[in-house]
T-cell receptor, first 113, second 114 residues
């Protein structure tokens, strides 16, 4: 049973556009929701994360929107750049202290020049 | 932050053999994990490597197939035993500290079994 559902599987955005990736979770005990960015041949790297006590978190061009009642959260990449082309994974965990993450299936983002 | 080094970065192995992957963290961490990632797919947790005790395995993964060691707070190994082509995958080491909010990942080991 997949506990974190991510969509779309792939995404093509023009340079300067907005990239939006969505995730939905089932387990209401999840209390930590990070997004990871992975370039080919590299391990995932934390991009931005949010906890359920806030509805939005912004870091530079990256914003997480969180809807606790709908059990959904999304990543918005503003002014998308070719260097943002990577695979993005949403994830969730119950106890962030132990960081046992459940990952979504990933979204392959391509930002065209 | 923590920097995680994995060795080897890639290997091609014969079926029936075993490969041990090493994971070294540049600072003491509480938790270390091993994940498997099929090419183009998501990450699946294999086990949590516990320092000084047996690893905790996720459903579908067993110690005989994936023995794990963690002799200290900065080092762990994962062995893929009696390999078959189905074991071809990327294996990732991850680490975090209790109370910390970030899990760090190594660059992965790309394993091909022929």
């Amino acid at each position: 049973q997949q506990q974190v559902k991510q969509s779309p599987q792939s995404l093509i955005v023009q340079k300067g556009g907005i990239s939006i990736i969505n995730c939905a979770y089932e387990n209401t005990a999840f209390d930590y929701f990070p997004w990871y960015q992975q370039f080919p041949g590299k391990g995932p790297a934390l991009l931005i994360a949010i906890r359920p006590d806030v509805s939005e978190k912004k870091e530079g061009r990256f914003t997480i929107s969180f809807n606790k009642s709908a059990k959904q959260f999304s990543l918005h990449i503003m002014d998308s750049q070719p260097g943002d082309s990577a695979t993005y994974f949403c994830a969730a965990s119950i106890d962030s202290g132990y960081s046992t993450l459940t990952f979504g299936k990933g979204t392959m983002l391509l930002v065209s020049p | 932050s923590a920097v995680i080094s994995q060795k080897p970065s890639r290997d091609i192995c014969q079926r029936g053999t075993s490969l041990t992957i090493q994971c070294q963290v540049d600072s003491q961490v509480t938790m270390m994990f091993w994940y498997r990632q099929q090419p183009g797919q998501s990450l699946t947790l294999i086990a949590t490597a516990n320092q000084g005790s047996e690893a905790t395995y996720e459903s579908g993964f067993v110690i005989d197939k994936f023995p794990i060691s963690r002799p200290n707070l900065t080092f762990s190994t994962l062995t893929v035993s009696n390999m078959s082509p189905e074991d071809s995958s990327i294996y990732l080491c991850s680490a975090s500290s209790f109370g910390g909010t970030e899990a760090f990942f190594g660059q992965g080991t790309r394993l091909t079994v022929v």
